[in-house]
């Protein structure tokens, strides 16, 4: 068996205490409870991982906020110090946290490394962005007074992440947070702990060469009885959730009940939309990544081509063609494209996905299946799928973690296609492949996509950390990473100082003693 430097990757990154409990970076958690951490490439079991009790996370909540005295008065250009080291690190760690992704999660070993260099690139932006978390100055409607805004951090924020980024959507957060002042609790997707132990000790070793408190970033793991802990806690202002829209109802609902601020980044239902004057060589290589990237488990994984009539079976043949030169298989080897599922019950998923969309009336193009025999012991790898749907069907209006890609027919004008786009409560990402000017202004008008992201010649996954990441309607609305995002990490003050002897009101208001 090759074990594609595995032991090494986990070596590398303090990971060796290996089925014995795992220190959770804090090192006086003594919960006898485990959470086991399987891989999904090879079923075997990595490790496991000490669940978080109430008692311990009473602890990390008090070491935060202590922590967060310390933090908050330090300059943000020197938190971006320290984001910097953070940066460093993880460029001499690439390799093995790629590794670590890959084997935990089951990504392929490329998309691993360009997780963490989502990672490297975060913490670039966040450096630079140490030095502008501006506010604006205004002009008072009274004499001698000065009007600014400031922003000013918010304290703890939790962060609540899922398995398919274990380690880049964490960094999305942490790396704003941190230069804005704040300090962070984490609960990775208890899917992927170990990428979660594996980032603690990253950033644990750069604080501690600071002398600065490791309380600044904590972790804590377990189930979504653990994530509960910070919902429901009001020294907690902000949480950060990625993940399923049943999970983000019921952070938005616990959280507002105490009126904390919530992030949420939930599910997908990504299409692109093909039109007669599409580049079809460009669309396939977009479709096919799109769909079975990441083994279709991105939150902006394509699941639907909206494809015109007048093209459709050429479009419809050379995506057939390109599934046909698939290899899927160890995601390790970076011969395979298509790695495994997380697990088991994503698996059923995807075989009741297939069974429905067929229930419903639609026709398989590409059949699925689950593999068998050796190399996919572990009983996750899968074919990926293609069937022809309409739009309306249930099965097409439900985000389906799995690589199974639906063709929908549209006919006439492309608002067409657009409104058969925006048919869903998902409004994550979105695309258009046209090289007609009038079709891609008018998918990226007002009246065009209603989505968070709205891409022309380029698929719906792979986004940049420039921009700001986040979707609307079912998606959550919250928006993470580039552009202005920082600021949801942030409390907004405006003040307003008088440099007279005299008082005057607003607004011309008259009130003599
Ligand atoms: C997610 O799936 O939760 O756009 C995030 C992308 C990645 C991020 C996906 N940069 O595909």
């Avoid at 009539?309 to 995601?331: C, F, H, M, T, W």
Wanted: hydrophobic letters at 35%; proline letters at 3%.
């Amino acid at each position: 068996i090759i074990d594609f430097g595995i032991q090494e990757a986990l070596q590398k990154l303090g990971l060796t205490e290996l089925n014995k409990g795992t220190s959770t970076g804090l090192n006086w958690f003594s919960n006898e409870e485990t959470i086991s951490s399987f891989s999904p490439v090879d079923g075997e079991l990595i490790a496991k991982v000490e669940t978080t009790s109430k008692e311990d996370y009473e602890k990390v909540v008090a070491t935060a906020t202590d922590a967060f005295k310390t933090w908050r008065v330090m300059p943000a250009p020197k938190r971006g110090e320290i984001v910097r080291q953070f940066g460093e690190e993880l460029r001499k760690l690439k390799e093995p946290l790629g590794k670590l992704v890959s084997y935990e999660m089951g990504k392929s070993y490329q998309e691993g490394l360009g997780e963490v260099q989502e990672m490297i690139d975060i913490c670039d932006f966040a450096v630079g962005l140490s030095r502008q978390l501006h506010g604006l100055t205004m002009h008072s409607e009274r004499p001698g007074h000065r009007m600014y805004e400031q922003y000013h951090p918010l304290g703890i924020v939790g962060i609540i992440s899922a398995f398919n980024f274990p380690v880049a959507v964490w960094s999305w957060n942490t790396a704003l947070a941190w230069i804005c002042g704040d300090v962070c609790i984490w609960k990775p997707s208890e899917k992927t702990p170990l990428c979660g132990v594996a980032c603690q000790n990253i950033i644990a070793k750069v604080l501690k060469d600071n002398n600065l408190p490791e309380g600044i970033s904590c972790l804590i793991n377990g189930d979504y009885t653990v994530g509960e802990m910070m919902t429901t806690d009001k020294r907690v202002p902000l949480i950060s959730a990625t993940g399923s829209t049943r999970m983000g109802k019921i952070v938005a609902a616990t959280v507002g009940q105490r009126l904390g601020k919530s992030l949420l980044e939930l599910g997908g239902n990504n299409a692109i939309i093909v039109t007669p004057d599409a580049d079809i060589k460009m669309t396939v290589i977009g479709a096919v990544f799109g769909a079975v990237g990441t083994a279709g488990q991105r939150c902006t994984s394509t699941r639907r081509l909206i494809i015109h009539e007048s093209i459709y079976d050429k479009v419809k043949n050379a995506v057939v063609d390109a599934y046909a030169q698939l290899r899927i298989g160890n995601p390790l080897d970076e011969n395979n494209h298509v790695g495994p599922l997380i697990d088991k019950a994503a698996v059923e998923g995807y075989q009741n996905a297939l069974q429905k969309v067929v229930e419903e009336g639609g026709n398989i193009v590409v059949e699925g299946g689950v593999l068998s025999g050796e190399g996919y012991e572990s009983g996750c790898y899968v074919k990926p799928a293609i069937a022809e749907a309409n739009n309306v069907y249930e099965i097409v209006q439900h985000e389906t973690f799995a690589p199974v890609l639906y063709l929908i027919k549209y006919s006439g004008e492309v608002e067409n296609a657009i409104e058969m786009q925006n048919g869903v409560a998902q409004g994550l990402s979105s695309a258009i492949m046209t090289n007609n000017l009038r079709e891609a202004e008018r998918f990226l008008s007002h009246a065009g996509s209603d989505c968070g992201i709205a891409n022309v010649n380029i698929g719906t996954s792979g986004a940049e950390i420039g921009g700001a990441f986040g979707g609307e309607k079912e998606t959550g609305g919250g928006r993470e990473s580039g552009s202005d995002a920082w600021k949801v990490y942030m409390r907004r003050q405006t003040n307003t100082i008088n440099y007279t002897t005299e008082l005057p009101l607003a607004q011309g208001i008259k009130f003599d003693l």
